[in-house]
């Protein structure tokens, strides 16, 4: 399975890094989205620590739409869906390579959210970048893993974008809310024990959204159109 | 009835309240070149998916000896990404199916369809009929057990589509069940060993091909 998915995960940013399609859109979306919410704040005001989290993780959730729609759309685009279908590969290795890909893909775009966010809205980040890091590559799986599943949902239909919108973010609220709260923390220097709670909350919608996944991925993922 | 690859027993397929399919039996023997004929709607294209596994029937039965990974499937898509080249379209198809890493069988398989020369060219710039022949070379260079081609010579030109024809009877010769849909009966008469004639969602006649006219073939579809 591992093979397989690293197969997938391979031909997935191969496919998105040559001619940056599906970056770009995602990149230049998040980006607008941080400009738009640092005009209410006034010139040379500093938005609070918890604002300015909230807005980074709000980018990154209009930001796994996009994603995960351009990673489902390749298979549609020539019915290569079918062949996956019938490799001798487990479903679900179709699962973690497209997470696994999201999941490098929303990173890149989070390195580019991140100074854009600590530039428009007045950030002095107080705490361990190594740390921030961390915390945004976990919530982010979780994001992934979830994105990866319901991504599934959504294939070869018309209203892709708004389908996987509307099922996504109530799904999301736990990790979004755990993402904020934890990137507020490393954004004002406190230690990441004052927030654990919310950490036990990112471990929990990473592992609850995986399990899930390599549960239910086979029954939506299937030849039926 | 008779062993076979794989065996349809009384299987009937609905979308929504239509049916497609109703009650077919059938079966996949190894060695035999299969053609799937009949007007347009018959269910030719849905007989092949449920072959594939790709569509659950909505009753009968399907029973298979064939393992995951051992049928080869051409739809009415061609199964490529337009955004890799035909080296990389096979060598992911060669990853995901659980083949060693080897240039030499996709060096081969592209020969066999006469691709060679635009290996390293993007799969999007192909022509329809180029698109099919790389199409042909990822359901080749797996070795399936079972061939399932949907109208495989569209988009050929008559050279290549001669070419397809021998490919499948030289995959039958060597042991895999091959079965194709194909509007031209005529030619690919002479290579099949078996006729399946699908009209009104029922198979109208399942027989040699020696014994099959095909100036009966023009109806309608009405289930």
Redesign the interface.
């Known amino acids: 399975m591992l ?2 998915a690293l ?2 995960a391979r ?1 997935d940013l ?2 998105a890094l ?2 940056a ?1 599906g970056l770009v859109q995602t990149v230049l979306l998040g980006l607008l989205l941080i400009f738009i919410m640092s005009l209410s704040r006034e010139p040379g005001e500093m938005s609070p620590p918890l604002a300015a989290a909230a807005i980074f993780w709000l980018a990154t959730a209009f930001g796994q739409i996009l994603v995960f729609n351009f990673l489902y759309g ?1 298979e549609e ?4 869906r ?8 487990p479903t679900q290795s179709v699962w973690l390579g497209k997470a696994v890909a999201g999941w490098v893909l929303l990173f890149c775009c989070q390195l580019v959210f991140a100074p854009a966010a600590v530039a428009f809205l007045g950030q002095s980040v107080a705490g361990s970048v190594g740390l921030g890091l961390l915390v945004v590559a976990a919530v982010d799986w979780g994001l992934c893993a979830l994105g990866s599943l319901l991504g599934a949902l959504s294939v070869g239909r018309s209203s892709r974008e708004s389908l996987l919108t509307v099922i996504l973010f109530p799904l999301l609220v736990p990790a979004l809310l755990a993402g904020i709260r934890l990137l507020e923390t490393v954004i004002s220097g406190r230690g990441l024990e004052a927030v654990g709670a919310w950490t036990g909350t990112v471990v929990a919608f990473d592992a609850v959204f995986t399990a899930a996944a390599l549960i239910l991925f086979p029954f939506l993922y ?3 159109e | 009835m008779a062993q076979g690859l794989l065996r349809l027993c009384r299987v009937s397929r609905f979308y929504g309240e239509r049916a497609v399919l109703r009650n077919i039996e059938l079966v996949l023997a190894p060695g035999q070149a299969l053609l799937v004929v009949g007007p347009n709607g018959a269910g030719k294209s849905t007989l092949l ?1 449920l072959l ?4 659950p029937p909505s009753e009968g039965e399907i029973t298979t000896e064939l ?3 051992e ?3 051409l ?10 080249t035909a080296r ?1 379209n096979l060598a ?2 060669q ?4 083949l060693p890493r080897d240039d030499a069988p996709i060096e081969a398989v592209l020969a066999r369809v006469g691709l060679s020369r635009f290996a390293d060219e993007e799969a999007g710039v192909f022509s329809r009929g180029m ?1 099919q022949r790389l199409s042909l070379a ?1 359901v080749f260079l797996t070795g399936p057990r079972l061939l399932l081609l949907d109208e495989p010579a569209s988009g050929l030109d008559p050279a290549s589509a001669a070419m397809l024809r021998r490919e499948i009877r030289a995959a039958a010769d060597a042991g895999a069940a091959v079965a194709w849909v194909s509007h031209n009966v005529a030619a690919d008469l002479a290579v099949c060993d078996r006729v399946v004639l699908l009209r009104g969602c029922r198979v109208a006649y399942d027989g040699p091909a020696r014994d099959f006219d095909p100036s009966g073939l023009a109806g309608e579809c009405v289930c």
């Open positions: 093979g397989a197969a997938v031909k191969k496919l040559s001619g399609q390749l685009a020539e019915g290569a079918l062949g996956l279908l019938l490799s001798p590969a299937t030849g039926e | 998916r594939a596994g790709l569509l393992a995951p990974g049928i080869g499937y739809g009415h898509k061609t199964l490529i990404y337009p955004k890799l990389a992911f198809w990853a995901m199916f659980g698109s990822r």
